[in-house]
């Protein structure tokens, strides 16, 4: 009887490691295609490319700043997806993005991304600040619903990038 109990129960050990093992490759995929769908948008940034900012962002979605001036008054400004895009497809200047150390949550069909930045214009340290976007998955497609973001000019740690 020992024998069977101690089978038992290492049968359902190995079935829990299995099932923990299919979730724990399924979650890195999901982190994998949601970190792709980010590295997506920030690459369309860099190339000013209106089509492929459209592409990984959602009709609707929200685009919200909160910058904090001198005197240490925050301020929100909010575009609308059409406003940001028409802003950022611009090619006027050279933007680029980097993050490090995202950290995701997902559930389901949601997720959040949060990472800290450095902004460059023109080759150019402009700022930096920490990133939040919530993507839903459409169509098999993880994409942007919203952004919040913070535009930090002073006390920006260096990179762990490096210099660009």
């Not at 089509?51 to 919200?64: H, P």
């Not at 406003?83 to 389901?108: C, G, H, M, V």
């Not at 460059?120 to 952004?147: E, M, N, P, T």
Request: proline share 3%; net charge negative.
């Amino acid at each position: 009887m020992k024998y069977y109990t101690a089978s038992l129960i290492l049968l359902c050990l190995g079935l829990v490691s299995t099932d923990l093992s299919a979730q724990t490759r399924n979650n890195e995929a999901q982190k994998a295609e949601i970190l792709s769908a980010v590295d997506r948008f920030f690459d369309a940034l860099e190339q000013s490319d209106r089509a492929e900012l459209e592409n990984t962002t959602l009709a609707g979605s929200v685009f919200i700043a909160s910058t904090t001036s001198t005197d240490g008054q925050v301020n929100n400004s909010t575009r609308s997806r059409a406003e940001f895009i028409q802003a950022l497809s611009n090619k006027d200047a050279k933007r680029l993005e980097r993050y490090w150390n995202p950290t995701l949550l997902i559930r389901e069909g949601i997720a959040v991304f949060w990472a800290p930045y450095d902004f460059h214009i023109d080759g150019i340290f402009s700022h930096c600040g920490i990133d939040s976007f919530q993507l839903f998955r459409s169509a098999g497609v993880w994409k942007i619903g919203s952004s919040s973001y913070t535009v930090e000019r002073q006390n920006c740690e260096p990179s762990p990038l490096g210099p660009i």
